[in-house]
Every structure is written in C-alpha cells, then in structure tokens.
C-alpha cells in the first residue's frame, strides 16, 4: 500500500518501502528531545560547566607528562569524565550550601536554586549522580585511583563550608582544582612524583589568588552576614595584592614543574606568556574599579590554563 493508511496514521514511501511514523509521534519526539535539552542545559548551567576549562587542561599536564605523549584513548577519555563529574560534583554542593547566602545577595539573585527552576532535591539528586560518575570513572582508570576518589570527594565538598570560618578558604578551593594535575598522573602512573606535585601546587596557588578577585566583587554582603575571605579579612586592596603574590607564587612553582619534569624552552617560553597574563589580568582591576572582573576572572583565567597545556604540548611534540 502506498498512501496513508488513516488507521494506523503512518505511510509507506513507494520508492524504499519504509514506514514513517505519524506526524504526531514525530512532533511529539521533537517536544521530548526540545525538553530534554533544555533541562540538560539548565543544570550545566548550574555547575557552570564552562569552568571546567580551569582544570581540565591541568589535568591533561599530568597525564601527557606520564607518559611523555599521548596516553591513549581510554584514560584520556576516562580522565575527561572523571574530571567533569567531579568539578560538577563540587560546585553542585557549593551552590546547595550556598543557596540560603545567594538568596540575600543581588548578584547571585538568578541563580537556578534560587529561582526555582532546579528544587534542592534535583540539586543533590544531581551531584549524586556526579559523585557516582567520578567513583566509576576512577575504578576504569586503575585501583588507586579508585582508592582516592572517596578522600577527593570528601575535600572537594569541605570547600564551601570553608566560607563560615576562614579566610584560607581561597587557598582551599586552589587545593581541590590542584588536584588535577596529580590526578592526570596517577591516571596512567599509579605512583606519586615530584613534577605533578609542583604543578599541583602551582595550580592552588593560581586558583586561590584569581577566587580573591572573584570575591572582592562579594566583600561588603560577606563582612555583613560573618563569611569569611582574604578582602573581608584585610581589605579589597590588600586582597587584590595577595592575590597578586599568589599569582607570583604560581609562576614560580610553574617554572619548578617544569624543570623537574625536564620540560624545555618552548613550555619556558609559554610560561614567560602566561606570566604576562596574569600580570595584565591584575591591571585590568583596582580596589576603586572592579567593573572589568568578569572579563579578568573568566578570559583571561581560561587562556593561561589552555597555553600552559599547549605549551607542555609543544615541548612533548615539537
């Protein structure tokens, strides 16, 4: 039969004898997959899964530097997830902790908690399923990394309670994102070194003093409801200066990784760049003007953990 059969609402083309489903159904998969995107979308949104791009090239530092090339397709693969579920993992417990400060603040007002378009139960149902993501990812990859993977969950969530009681809490947060570098290693090399370390370190260096600038933005709503951090403690312009020694710091420790891991002029040269970076990212702001952070926070934050990945790259590859 070669017209529409009212029936069964469906035809069949003359030319291959396929049956096609009724318009509906197929406006109906449309609407599904349309709803399903959009929800999708609204919870990486709410782990801003855009800022991954701070760790995740980190990451990939340890694990081309195990093994001096590419790693293979499964731990690389492994590692992506792994990575992603957990930084989403952390910032879903952020923002569950964190939604009763974000309901008082103007800035954080559209958040998704607090507009109520993601309920605290879909919150947690949501990093559970993360946390579960991770422990998976880590028993593919070897034993010891599953092993860990409880104690990095366990540090990763500590993070936001850090807020309520120390100004350290920056240093904190760089500790958990400089994780990643060690965890790209023991990805493919079950066994801790001295490079992945430095570089870990030069990652909590870097990531707690761009999370100062972040949070000079917040220094009046958190000195007024008693949460704690390095602009509420010594002011925004002593911050913004800290958070410059901190970047310093990292440099250095940058350079440190790249001498213990043998890594030549190219990575020195790129270093030298991402040098000039964070340097330009503390001109762009002042105590008195801070309208330009988000370009400094997010940009320029981003391009120094890619470059310090292409640069490890180039010196494996050239």
Not at 103 to 126: D, Y
Not at 146 to 174: E, Q
Request: with cysteine; glycine share 8%; hydrophobic share 55%.
């Amino acid at each position: 039969m070669n017209a529409a059969d009212p029936a069964q609402g469906s035809c069949v083309r003359p030319t291959c004898g396929r049956v096609c489903p009724p318009p509906l159904l197929k406006a109906l998969s449309r609407e599904k997959l349309k709803a399903l995107a959009g929800r999708a979308a609204l919870f990486a949104s709410f782990v801003k899964i855009e800022h991954s791009v701070f760790a995740l090239p980190f990451a990939y530092v340890g694990l081309f530097l195990a093994k001096r090339g590419w790693p293979g397709f499964a731990p690389f693969a492994l590692l992506t997830l792994a990575m992603v579920a957990v930084r989403s993992y952390a910032m879903g417990v952020n923002r569950l902790m964190d939604e009763p400060f974000d309901r008082l603040n103007p800035r954080t007002q559209g958040r998704e908690l607090v507009r109520g378009a993601i309920t605290r139960a879909q919150g947690w149902g949501f990093v559970s399923v993360c946390a579960a993501v991770f422990v998976l990812a880590c028993w593919g990859l070897n034993p010891l990394c599953l092993w860990l993977s409880p104690v990095v969950l366990a540090w990763a969530g500590f993070y936001s309670l850090t807020k309520r009681f120390t100004w350290l809490c920056h240093v904190v947060l760089g500790s958990v994102l400089g994780l990643a570098p060690v965890a790209g290693w023991l990805a493919v090399t079950p066994q801790f070194a001295l490079a992945p370390v430095l570089f870990g370190l030069g990652v909590t260096c870097w990531v707690a003093g761009f999370d100062v600038l972040y949070a000079s933005q917040d220094e009046a709503f958190d000195r007024r409801h008693a949460l704690h951090s390095m602009p509420v403690r010594f002011g925004v312009g002593s911050a913004l200066s800290l958070a410059a020694l901190l970047h310093g710091q990292a440099v250095a420790l940058f350079a440190l990784a790249g001498w213990s891991a043998a890594l030549g002029w190219g990575y020195f040269g790129v270093l030298a760049l991402v040098a000039a970076l964070l340097w330009i990212e503390h001109r762009l702001i002042s105590e008195n003007d801070l309208t330009r952070l988000n370009m400094a926070f997010f940009t320029l934050n981003g391009v120094v953990a890619a470059t310090l990945f292409l640069g490890v790259l180039y010196d494996l590859f050239a």
